[in-house]
């Protein structure tokens, strides 16, 4: 019954995305305010599937003609379809006043709803057909929405290499499939979980997932595309791509590999765990870097995606070693980050919109000063950026706190690449939560304190109530799920009880609320008595200060140490501010090149400095790659001179050599 | 009546820290007077200088905004309640399960991240040079804190304060490897936290080298006031946890008897004053260092730290 309702939803949105096309009634409003209310009945469905914990399934008779479609939602499906509804309500909510700036509107409308769709159709596929197919759909629907604003040749660059990325992910899945279902050709999920695969398969079939999954989420090498494509698409879009479409990728890789590929080794946790804590470093080190606004958060999502490959990675581990309660301990601190990742980046993407929207500037080197223009953006946006530093009392600490207690418990893993790999984890995770506050002082500073370094900053003015009240809903969430953080862990329970077969305590029942990950007596915490210890000092503060102070207050000029200077061009920027952290970390992580030209004593031109930071992934990676991709294809090129005789010699030997070849495979 | 008495004592707690900070400050500004040879000022010195803070007018620049204004509040409080957690006089107070040790190093992250903000309101380059430079060095200083909170909770198996300071105190743990290694890592980060020599100096205005001082340059009458008293609660707080983790003797673990909360609060009284006299000395030994020798500093406390946790991994025993 449940995935008729989802299935219905998914024909909603397709529906929509039709009418779209059809100009004149049904513009911009019509299609973001139906897009919500579908996605709204998607999150209900899904909200309600999590709780009652049945599971629903129905095959249809559609797709390939054996095989039928197979649709099924679950625990697991059924949380990332919270996920995703919410973050589709949410950005439809926004759209319908942030839509409104788009300028060319049919090159976004028909696609959003589609988007949407498709993403709601991976989670609910249940045969590798269905689940390639709306992969597929949603990777090309986005690709779409991302070439929105084609005139501007860095965002045609960055739709190709998406669409590169993207193809390449597909492949390495399709592959991974093709393993899964053995020689008969089971693509059905049911028949593959019937029928685990030998040792040596699911571990290709590991690596395939982590690179056909991670390639759409974001793990370092394959982040490439992301801060590229995130920030060309329009910022509603932007959100929903790094806030859901990346969940998309973190659920593909969950659903292969702790659902269909069955018993997990130690090795599958060290790896994914190393790369979690790579991905989640390098991630926050390259956003500090950026000074676009929406580059930066694009860069902050492989942070993200790390700490929660880092949860996912601590949970293979654990349960390679039938350690089931800190395994779920481990999934559920990685899928409670999942939701708190969705939830804050969409936040503040929605923000930079607005900022965007406003002043027509993404550039922070040229914004400052909002604060006063734009007030109730710059609360919302503060409330996201302490979320998203893991400052408590708010989520994004509760579920990194959870994983660092999910570290804690490691020590008991027999195999010594675990023993070794899981400290220096921790440390990674350590350095990358305080890097993440101050990569977000710099960009809510320069951003929205200080004075406006331009005039565009200097006469924005405050967002449209649509897009205020989306950002306010997450704003609320972000607090909500951080004070009171058993709900959502407890919500958690059956998507941990299949798929780690376990569950953490039952949190609701502790005494104040409390979150306890193990046992009392091992750790436990408390946001809401914190929020209330620090709300009653900080009123106490206050009573006695106005109790016993003076409440003379004068408005002067800037003092500065003596010596104001007016130019607003003087305040520090985003570059300075980062100054002192590419300087500890950029000879080792970028390759970080500064130029200075200064003039000589009595010349009279200006002097220059310019830096230059260049993401080691090109240049390690993808840049010998394409340097040898090119110089194949030279090589290769000759073969189209060939005479008639030539060519056939040459299809005659591959023929013998691919049979050769199926004879020794037999 | 136990929960009455239970809110006493958390209460007293509450009161203590932020009682004795403005002294501690005193005591150690006093010591190093000394050492330098000048009489140096009284001891209650700091309770005046708050006082008079409290009762000069604020002056705003035209542009702050309200984050400005609120942030001497919220950095005082959010300090006031990490302060108040940690176990001073007695363990196992009414809400010392609510926030653990990692819980209590971000709460620091919060007051940090809430001044930082303050120093880049204005728009001054003071401001945010210091700002800028803060971040640097909680984000060398933070990692090493949390390696030493895993090293102490390893060891423990708890990360809750109070349960680890209950266990320290019993003679069972005996001396550590890892513990001497996180103790040595939690003084370099305990000075690079309260931005005294050899990060920073407490006393200068001068401006290549100010850190602290430069992101609340433009700070006056209450406001200042409170981020002093903030200033003054850190160091309490770290020796504190210096305290309460590693010499964690006298303290009333068991009964609430009066005996024992009167010896505990001699013992912490004592401790506190013992180690406010040290830092001086430590300080007036060494030189400032340049800001890029920074990571050289934290560095060797994350390597401390690193090391211990790593030890502990590889075997419980060290």
């Known amino acids: ?666 | 009546m136990a929960l009455i008495l239970d809110l006493i004592l958390q209460g007293v707690q509450m009161v203590l820290v932020v009682a004795i900070a403005p002294l501690v400050l005193g005591i150690t500004r006093k010591v190093k007077a000394r050492l330098l040879a000048r009489i140096g000022p009284p001891v209650i010195q700091p309770y005046r200088d708050i006082w008079k803070l409290m009762h000069k007018e604020a002056v705003l620049a035209h542009n702050a905004s309200w984050l400005y204004r609120t942030a001497p509040y919220c950095i005082f409080a959010v300090t006031w309640v990490a302060a108040a957690l940690i176990p001073t006089y007695a363990t196992n107070l009414l809400f010392s399960w609510s926030a653990d040790l990692i819980a209590l190093v971000a709460l620091l992250g919060t007051a940090r991240f809430a001044l930082a903000l303050a120093g880049m309101d204005v728009g001054t380059s003071f401001g945010g040079i210091g700002s800028s430079r803060e971040m640097m060095i909680a984000s060398l200083a933070e990692p090493a804190m949390l390696l030493i909170v895993f090293t102490v909770a390893l060891v423990a198996g708890t990360t809750q304060l109070s349960a680890v300071a209950t266990l320290f105190s019993t003679a069972s743990i005996g001396l550590r490897v890892s513990l001497g290694l996180a103790l040595f890592a939690l003084v370099f980060v305990g000075i690079a936290e309260n931005a005294r020599i050899p990060i920073d100096n407490p006393a200068t205005h001068l401006e290549l080298t100010m850190v602290h001082e430069a992101m609340v340059l433009e700070y006056s009458g209450r406001h200042l006031a409170m981020i002093e008293a903030a200033a003054a609660l850190k160091l309490v707080l770290y020796f504190s946890l210096i305290a309460c983790l590693f010499f964690p003797f006298g303290m009333a673990t068991g009964d609430k008897g009066g005996g024992a909360l009167a010896l505990g609060l001699a013992a912490y009284l004592a401790k506190i004053g013992v180690l406010a006299a040290l830092l001086p000395i430590a300080e007036t030994s060494v030189a400032k260092m340049r800001v890029f020798r920074y990571p050289i500093f934290l560095g060797g406390a994350f390597a401390a730290a690193a090391l211990a946790v790593f030890l502990l991994f590889v075997s419980r025993g060290f």
């Open chain 1, 1 to 666: 019954m449940a995935v008729i309702v989802g299935l219905s939803c998914v024909a909603a949105f397709l529906a929509v995305s039709l009418l779209a096309l059809v100009r004149g009634p049904f513009g911009t409003s019509f299609v973001y305010a139906a897009a919500g209310v579908i996605a709204l009945a998607g999150l209900v469905l899904g909200a309600t599937q999590l709780a009652g914990g049945a599971t629903s399934a129905v095959t249809l008779p559609i797709g390939l003609a054996t095989l039928g479609g197979h649709f099924r939602i679950d625990a697991l499906a059924a949380f990332f379809l919270v996920v995703i509804n919410l973050g589709g309500a949410t950005t439809s909510l926004y759209a319908l006043g942030y839509g409104r700036h788009e300028e060319a509107p049919m090159r976004v409308l028909p696609f959003y709803p589609a988007f949407l769709a498709a993403m709601n159709l991976v989670v609910m596929a249940d045969d590798a057909f269905v689940f390639l197919l709306s992969w597929e759909l949603m990777s090309l629907v986005s690709w779409a929405i991302v070439l929105a604003h084609h005139r501007e040749p860095a965002n045609l660059r960055a739709a190709y290499i998406y669409l590169v990325m993207a193809s390449f992910g597909t492949f390495a899945l399709l592959l991974c499939f093709g393993l899964l279902a053995g020689a008969e050709g089971g693509y059905a999920f049911d028949a593959i979980r019937a029928a685990p695969p030998a040792a040596l398969a699911a571990g290709f079939a590991v690596i395939l997932a982590l690179v056909g999954a991670g390639s759409k989420a974001g793990l370092v090498p394959l982040h490439v595309w992301l801060p590229l494509a995130h920030p060309a698409a329009p910022s509603h879009v932007s959100a929903l791509l790094s806030g859901v479409m990346t969940k998309v990728g973190v659920y593909g890789f969950v659903r292969i590999v702790f659902d269909l590929v069955g018993g997990a080794t130690p090795w599958n946790g060290l790896v994914v765990l190393t790369l979690g804590g790579i991905t989640a470093t390098l991630g926050v080190l390259y956003a500090l870097m950026q000074h676009d606004l929406k580059r930066l958060l694009a860069y902050h999502t492989v942070e993200n995606i790390g700490i929660i490959f880092i949860g996912l990675g601590l949970a293979l581990a654990f349960r390679s070693n039938a350690m089931d309660v800190a395994a779920a301990l481990a999934l559920t601190a990685a899928l409670f980050h999942v939701f708190n990742h969705s939830v804050f980046k969409s936040l503040l993407f929605f923000g930079a919109g607005a900022v965007l929207g406003s002043t027509g500037e993404r550039d922070m080197e040229r914004l400052g000063g909002l604060i006063h223009r734009m007030p109730k953006t710059a609360i919302v946006f503060l409330i996201g950026c302490a979320a998203i530093s893991a400052l408590p009392p708010l989520n994004g600490f509760v579920s990194e706190w959870l994983t660092f207690q999910a570290i804690l418990v490691s020590p008991q893993l027999p195999q010594w690449g675990l023993k070794l790999m899981v400290p220096a984890v921790g440390a990674l995770l350590a350095l990358s939560a305080a890097l993440a506050a101050a990569c977000f002082v710099k960009a809510f500073g320069v951003t929205f304190l200080g004075r406006p370094r331009t005039p565009a900053a200097a006469q924005a003015r405050e967002t449209d109530r649509f897009s205020l009240a989306a950002m306010f809903i997450l704003a609320g969430l972000c607090v909500l799920a951080g004070v009171l953080p058993g709900f959502v862990i407890d919500a958690l329970a059956p998507v941990a009880k299949s798929l780690a077969a376990d569950v953490m305590p039952r949190q609701v029942v502790q005494p104040w609320l409390s979150i306890v990950p193990i046992a009392e007596s091992r750790s436990s915490y408390n946001g809401l008595i914190i929020l209330a210890f620090m709300i009653c000092s900080g009123t106490l503060t206050a009573l006695a200060i106005h109790r016993f102070a003076t409440r003379a207050t004068r408005r002067s000029a800037i003092w500065d140490c003596g010596f104001p200077l007016d130019a607003p061009q003087t305040q520090y920027t985003s570059s300075s501010f980062a100054m002192p952290i590419r300087r500890v970390f950029g000879k080792v992580v970028f390759g970080v090149y500064e130029h200075v030209d200064m003039p000589r004593p009595g010349e009279t031109r200006a002097g220059h400095f310019g830096v230059r930071v260049i993401d080691p992934a090109w240049r390690y990676a993808y840049g010998p790659l394409a340097r040898g991709v090119a110089a194949a294809s030279l090589r290769l090129n000759h073969l189209q001179f060939l005479t008639i005789r030539q060519f056939l010699t040459l299809v005659f030997c591959a023929l013998i050599l691919l049979l050769i070849v199926v004879a020794a495979w037999r």
